[in-house]
C-alpha cells in the first residue's frame, strides 16, 4: 500500500522547509531588537487549556479541535470502561497563546512587579478546517506575546514590529492593508453584545442558521460569516467603537496616535472581531491585498487583558499575534510570479533561494576519490559547501551530476593534480578553468 500525506497536511520539500527557516530566522532576529525571547510549549495539552482559554463556543475550539487519547485510553473507551476524565483529555495546540499563558502561570515568570515579559515561538498548530488554498489542518505560525503592559504603546509597538516583519520578508508596503478595532472591555462589551444579539434576533429571518443559533453564545462571531447575505446584514449592524467606555476610547485613540507618529498606516475597521473569546480592546489583522484569494489574511491579533486569570494568574494585561506561514509563503510566491511575468514589483524571494553547493569534487580514480574524499573534510571545516561522488560515476556523469546541482565550481583531481598538489577548478559559470594550489584553493572559493 503507498500511502500520502493525510488530507489537510503537506510535505515541507526543502524550498518549502527552507523558506520556512529562514522566515523564522528573520522574526527571532528582528522581534530580538524588541526584547523577544524565544519559548516552546508541547504541541499537545491538557483539552481545558484551549477550552477555557479560548472558549468552547468558538469553532476552533467547538469544532475544529483534534483531540488526543493515548491508545491505552482508546481501548478503555472502546471497551466502556471507564469515560476518559477530562484531565485526562488532551488535545494538539489549534493556537499557541493559550500554552504560553498556561506556562506563564505554571512558571510564575511575571512575580508582580516584574518587567514585561516577551516571547516568540515557531511551530506547527492543528485545525480540522475544509482544505483550500493557503489553509491547512496541520498549518505552521509565527508568534510573539507581550505579557505585563497595559499601556497603549505597548499596542503600537507590537503592531509596529509585525509591520517592520512583513517589510523585512519582501512585502511591499502597499500590498498589505492593516486593519483596526477595539473590542472593548469588561465595562462596555457586555452591553455590545447584547445589542448585536439583539441586532440579529431581529434580521434573524435573513441570516444563516450557524450566526442565529450563536446569538446568545456568540454573536460577535456573525461578524465573520462566511455568506455574503450574512454580511451585507452585518454591515448595518451597531459598531463597538459607538459604544466604548472612556477608557478603551481613551486607550484606542492613544494606539493610533502612536501609529501615527510611527508612520504607520492603517484602516479602522469596525467589524474586525478576532475570532478567539480572549481578545479584549485592540484588535488587529494584516491582509494581503492580491495574490491570496480568500484566504487573504497574513495574520492578526490583539489584546488579552482577561486571559492570564483564566489559568488561574493575578490579572495579567497581554497583548500578541501570529501569522500564518503558509499565507506569507504564497504572498512571496505571488510577488515571484509577478515579477517573472515581468512585473515591476519589488521585494520577495530571498528566502526561497536555497544554498548551493560552493564546489563539486570530480574524480579520476579510486586514488583521486581518497584525496578528494579528505579536501572535501578540509573544505568543509573552512565553511565551503562541498560535495563529491559516492557512486562511482564516470568523470562525465559527474560533471552532469555538478550541473544538476548548480554547483559554482568543480575541481578535478587526477593523477598530475595529486602529485603536483593541484586541482584543476572549472567556473561552472564562465566554463573557464585554471590549474590552483590546493593551499589556495580556499581563498579562491570564498564567494
Ligand atoms: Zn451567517
Ligand atoms: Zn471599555
Redesign the pocket.
Given at each position: 500500500m503507498a500511502f500520502k500525506a493525510p488530507p489537510g497536511t503537506y510535505d515541507l520539500l526543502p524550498e518549502q522547509a527552507y523558506a520556512f527557516n529562514s522566515i523564522r530566522q528573520i522574526a527571532f532576529d528582528l522581534f530580538e531588537r524588541y526584547g523577544y525571547q524565544p519559548i516552546e510549549t508541547p504541541t499537545f495539552e491538557h483539552l481545558e487549556v484551549f477550552t477555557h482559554g479560548i472558549g468552547d463556543a468558538t469553532d476552533v475550539v467547538g469544532k475544529e479541535m483534534y483531540l488526543a487519547l493515548s491508545q491505552r485510553g482508546l481501548s478503555a473507551v472502546l471497551a466502556g470502561d471507564v469515560p476518559p476524565r477530562t484531565s485526562e483529555m488532551l488535545a494538539l495546540r489549534p493556537e499557541q497563546t493559550a500554552g504560553v499563558a498556561r506556562a506563564l502561570v505554571q512558571h510564575n515568570l511575571l512575580p508582580p512587579g516584574a518587567a514585561t515579559v516577551k516571547f516568540v515561538y515557531a511551530g506547527a498548530m492543528f485545525r480540522h478546517e475544509r482544505p483550500q488554498k493557503g489553509r491547512y489542518r496541520e498549518f505552521r505560525q509565527i508568534g510573539a506575546e507581550c505579557l505585563g503592559a497595559a499601556e497603549p504603546s505597548a499596542d503600537a509597538e507590537v503592531i509596529v514590529m509585525l509591520m517592520r516583519f512583513f517589510s523585512a520578508l519582501g512585502i511591499p508596503r502597499e500590498r498589505m492593508r492593516l486593519l483596526l478595532n477595539s473590542m472593548?472591555?469588561?465595562?462596555?462589551?457586555p452591553a455590545y453584545r447584547a445589542q448585536v444579539r439583539d441586532y440579529i434576533l431581529a434580521h434573524a429571518d435573513v441570516l444563516c442558521a450557524d450566526c442565529v443559533r450563536r446569538a446568545d453564545t456568540n454573536p460577535l462571531r456573525a461578524f465573520d460569516c462566511k455568506s455574503e447575505s450574512c454580511q451585507a446584514v452585518m454591515a448595518d449592524a451597531p459598531r463597538i467603537t459607538d459604544v466604548?467606555?472612556a477608557?478603551?476610547?481613551g486607550h484606542y485613540d492613544a494606539v493610533l496616535a502612536y501609529l501615527d507618529a510611527a508612520g504607520i498606516a492603517y484602516e479602522e475597521d469596525p467589524r474586525l472581531v478576532r475570532g478567539l473569546d480572549y481578545y479584549t480592546?485592540t484588535v488587529f489583522e494584516v491582509q494581503a491585498i492580491q495574490g491570496l484569494g480568500a484566504q487573504n489574511a497574513l495574520g492578526g491579533g490583539g489584546r488579552y487583558d482577561r486571559l492570564i486569570e483564566v489559568f488561574g494568574g493575578k490579572p495579567t494585561p497581554g497583548l500578541g499575534f501570529a501569522v500564518g506561514f503558509e499565507r506569507i509563503l504564497l504572498a512571496l510566491q505571488a510577488l515571484e510570479e509577478e515579477k517573472a511575468a515581468g512585473g515591476e514589483c519589488e521585494g520577495g524571494g530571498a528566502v526561497f533561494a536555497l544554498p548551493r553547493v560552493r564546489i563539486f569534487l570530480a574524480t579520476v580514480d579510486d586514488q583521486a576519490r581518497q584525496a578528494a574524499f579528505e579536501l572535501a573534510l578540509d573544505l568543509r571545516d573552512a565553511g565551503i559547501p562541498v560535495e563529491m561522488d559516492h557512486q562511482g560515476r564516470s568523470l562525465k556523469s559527474q560533471f552532469r551530476l555538478a550541473d544538476k546541482i548548480q554547483a559554482a565550481f568543480v575541481g578535478i583531481l587526477g593523477p598530475d593534480e595529486l602529485a603536483d598538489k593541484t586541482i584543476r577548478l572549472r567556473d561552472m559559470a564562465t566554463r573557464e578553468e585554471a590549474l590552483v594550489a590546493l593551499e589556495n584553493l580556499v581563498e579562491r572559493l570564498v564567494p
Open positions: 472593548g472591555d469588561d465595562v462596555c462589551r466604548l467606555c477608557d478603551c476610547r480592546r
